[in-house]
């Protein structure tokens, strides 16, 4: 069976290679704080020290890391993971990055003889562990399919767009219409709240209206409550923000919204909110509003 290594083991890497061990695949992995593989290792995983140790067992390589150059620190140096495979190790990144970024990657590890999808994800920590996460690929179609079976273990949905960065310009398209979702909500239960309103009320009506996405679903709660446990940390919605906006500039679109919903969150995470879930982007806009 394919040698499978995972680098990145978080809220949803974690998660998201415990599926792959249950799958039955060799499994070795590697994590800055190590103690977060251990229930992996129950799983029958093997946590090594460095990414070189994991290239030097795998096949194929997936990467669920927190930006473009936390991807690039474990690729390169003596202990990276270019130092340890051979030609023809396909490296799956599954992180959120900007096209351009991905792009980069790619020509490098390219010139080490190996093949590269970026496949990041939609869904948070709930789709993680059930293994129902839509996933949206960039790279050579051949090498997607060949790889299938193994983003099957990960995902329900699998979208294939097209050369290196199309997955991550993809994911972007979809973290934009998340931002803005959570955004709308938060700023409508802060005008609720200002106007005196019950906002555990307001929640049952958002409900019951056509508006009550799936995603808005499971924030409202977050927001009656004022409570915010990360599913997605507000630090890296911020991050992703940042690059839409970056990528539009590049590419000559216009993102008039989505730069004031950036600003909005540049202003939360200054705030001290980065950890808490992106939700918490409310707390910003009560403060504004003097509740």
């Not at 103690?35 to 096949?59: H, M, N, W, Y």
């Not at 050579?140 to 983003?151: G, I, P, T």
């Not at 993809?170 to 802060?190: H, I, P, R, T, Y």
Request: with cysteine.
């Amino acid at each position: 069976m394919q040698r499978v290594g995972f680098i990145g083991l978080g809220l949803m890497g974690g998660p998201m290679a415990a599926n792959i061990a249950r799958a039955g695949y060799p499994l070795t992995v590697y994590n800055r704080t190590p103690a977060k593989a251990e229930p992996l290792l129950a799983l029958g995983a093997r946590l090594v020290s460095t990414p070189r140790e994991v290239a030097q067992s795998s096949q194929t390589i997936v990467t669920m890391l927190a930006d473009a150059s936390a991807v690039e620190a474990v690729l390169s140096g003596p202990d990276g993971m270019l130092a340890g495979g051979q030609a023809g190790t396909v490296l799956i990144d599954m992180s959120t990055v900007a096209p351009e970024q991905s792009r980069r990657i790619g020509s490098g590890v390219a010139a080490q003889g190996w093949l590269m999808l970026d496949a990041p994800v939609f869904g948070s920590t709930g789709p993680a562990k059930d293994g129902s996460l839509g996933i949206l690929v960039g790279g050579d179609e051949e090498v997607f399919e060949a790889q299938r079976a193994l983003l099957e273990k990960m995902g329900k949905h699998l979208f294939y767009f097209g050369p290196q960065g199309s997955g991550a310009t993809a994911k972007l398209c979809f973290n934009l219409m998340v931002a803005s979702q959570v955004a709308g909500l938060a700023e409508a239960m802060s005008l609720a709240a200002k106007g005196g309103l019950d906002l555990e009320q307001v929640g049952r009506a958002i409900l019951a209206s056509p508006v009550a996405s799936v995603l808005v679903q499971r924030k409202i709660g977050n927001m009656v409550g004022n409570d915010f446990p990360a599913a997605f940390p507000l630090k890296h919605m911020h991050k992703d923000l940042g690059l839409m906006v970056g990528t539009a500039h590049a590419l000559g679109a216009a993102l008039p919204v989505t730069a004031s919903i950036h600003q909005l969150f540049s202003a939360a995470r200054a705030r001290g909110y980065g950890e808490e879930d992106f939700a918490a982007v409310f707390r910003m806009l009560a403060e504004m509003a003097g509740l």
